[in-house]
């Protein structure tokens, strides 16, 4: 079964830079979807950044030219590069590992890591 574990989250000043890195146990098929997701307590989980093997990459557009998703679909790794930190970035960041995607969501064996919270202070 495929497990997602992400990592790099922390507390950051407003400006700063993280970067969110996800690695996922190999399954009985190669990933052809994985992102990035983040969640508030008590909010729905919503997508960060998502990318699939054929390139297409979707962001949200809150962090679109500030974080930017690299992924390597063989090795099932990823990572989120978060440059210019706002506060309202403050959240649990969770990683998507998946077998499918389908506009623009996970459709098929999806699968998430535990989270990681990223805090951004003023």
């Known amino acids: 079964q495929v497990q997602p574990v992400e990592s790099g989250g922390g507390a950051v000043q407003a400006g700063g830079s993280l970067k969110l890195s996800c690695q996922a146990s190999r399954g009985p098929w190669t990933p052809s979807c994985m992102g990035w997701y983040r969640q508030a307590p008590g909010q729905e989980r919503m997508r960060v950044a998502l990318r699939e093997t054929n390139g297409k990459t979707i962001y949200e557009d809150s962090v679109r030219g500030r974080f930017t998703i690299s992924t390597d679909f063989d090795a099932n790794t990823l990572s989120l590069q978060m440059d210019a930190l706002k506060p309202e970035d403050t959240d649990m960041y969770y990683c998507?590992?998946?077998?499918?995607?389908?506009?623009?969501?996970?459709?098929?064996?999806?699968?998430w890591g535990q989270g990681t919270q990223v805090n951004v202070s003023s």
């Open positions: 998507l590992v998946g077998r499918y995607c389908y506009k623009g969501s996970c459709y098929r064996d999806c699968y």
